[in-house]
């Protein structure tokens, strides 16, 4: 599991379009990279639309956003079509980079127990290094903490 301080684990991840997005190709930008549970799912739909909405204001920060779930990349292209997302939605199938990042957990839903992903976020810096994280994030609250997190790079 990360901390605020590490450096951000390196990745390599397929996006929409055949695409591939690696870390290596962010250095020397601050990046976002949020973890969510599935696509097109509410929770998830309404921190999408948030960070859409703000793209503008991130953008003007400097920031890239990249929102990383287990879910295949043809989902993801759809659920990004869906609700106009203009930012890289990554899959991570075999939740590789979320144990990296400690976002791959145990839950309990109904009394069932399971793993799954963590909603997380992290900021990275354009050196590489983890400047803030927010685990269990509530998708409304989500694109304030960021900005004004981010403000402060």
């Known amino acids: 599991m990360v901390a605020i301080g590490d450096r951000a684990p390196a990745f390599s991840l397929p996006i929409a379009g055949g695409q591939i997005i690696e870390s290596e190709a962010l250095k020397g930008q ?8 599935k696509a097109d ?21 400097g920031l890239k956003v990249i929102g990383i779930s287990p879910d295949p990349v043809e989902k993801l292209e759809r659920f990004a079509k869906k609700y106009g997302l203009d930012f890289v939605l990554a899959s ?4 590789e980079l979320a144990d990296l990042y400690g976002t791959w957990v145990e839950k ?13 976020s992290f900021l990275v810096d354009a050196d590489g290094v983890i400047r803030a994280l927010w685990r269990k994030v509530k998708p409304a609250e989500h694109v304030a903490l960021v900005t ?4 402060e790079l």
Do not use: I, W
């Open 148 to 151: 004004e997190a981010a403000s």
């Open 92 to 95: 991570d199938e075999n939740h």
């Open 108 to 120: 309990t839903n109904y009394g069932k127990t399971y793993f799954g992903m963590e909603r997380s």
């Open 41 to 61: 799912t509410p929770g998830c739909t309404t921190q999408a639309c948030d960070l859409r909405d703000q793209k503008q204001t991130l953008g003007g920060l």
């Open 30 to 37: 601050p990046y976002l990279v949020y973890f969510y549970p």
